[in-house]
């Protein structure tokens, strides 16, 4: 069954099609976050704000949150409370 997880600022993630949830510190991130915008397969969801995570989906798309991974990670295991606290990011 299909689940969507909040990535922020009311952006929403099918969570049946999630890879991966990566920093986006590293040079490596940063090198994917290139490729796709070159690709054009980059989502961005940050609204403007400072890049924190990086998610990647079955469909090569890379999409991009303002929130830590950490956050995600809580949210996609299913912490309900989290989700309904922090729905207004």
Known sequence: MAGLINIGF????N???IISIIS????P???LIQ???EQESLIDATQGRRTKSVIF????K??????QPETL?????????????????
């Open 10 to 13: 009311g952006n929403m993630v």
């Open 15 to 17: 969570t049946d099609k």
């Open 24 to 27: 986006s510190d590293s040079a």
């Open 29 to 31: 991130a940063k090198r």
């Open 35 to 37: 490729k796709g915008k």
């Open 57 to 60: 989906t079955e469909q090569n």
């Open 62 to 67: 890379i999409i991009l949150s303002a929130l």
């Open 73 to 89: 990670a809580g949210r996609f295991n299913g912490s309900t409370a989290e989700v309904c606290d922090d729905a207004k990011d």
